[in-house]
């Protein structure tokens, strides 16, 4: 079965930090640029960065430069958010995907896997 499976959420005070993890099942991530999501209750989803292995390029939304950091393993097949400096307003369901992507932009999908939880509270 080819899918991506999203881990590593959870709950975070204000200030703190996770990683989460992107890592492909069935299939291998090397053809791919993969990017992350996240969808907070009520809001449409927002892209917020996305690496591409063939070009080395890498995208961050605004609201999330400076404190994310995405990376890639290749040899475990997975891709990685770094998550530093976390905001209540980071609280969302983040998903990752395979999308057009280079330093100014990053494309949109919805096909994800079902996602990890990141909340960010006192």
């Known amino acids: 079965q080819v899918q991506l499976v999203e881990s590593g959420g959870g709950l975070v005070q204000p200030g703190g930090s996770l990683r989460l993890s992107c890592a492909a099942s069935?299939?291998?991530?090397?053809?791919?640029?993969i990017g992350w999501f996240r969808q907070a209750p009520g809001k449409e989803p927002e892209g917020i960065s996305c690496i591409n292995r063939a070009s080395g390029l890498i995208y961050y939304a605004p609201s999330v430069k400076g404190r994310f950091t995405i990376s890639r393993d290749s040899a475990k097949k997975t891709v990685y958010l770094q998550m530093n400096s976390l905001k209540p307003e980071d609280t969302a369901v983040y998903h990752c995907?395979?999308?057009?992507?280079?330093?100014?932009?990053?494309?949109?999908?919805?096909?994800w896997g079902q996602g990890t939880q990141v909340t960010v509270s006192s």
């Open positions: 995907g395979a999308v057009p992507c280079d330093a100014q932009a990053m494309g949109d999908t919805r096909d």
């Open positions: 069935g299939f291998t991530l090397e053809p791919y640029a």
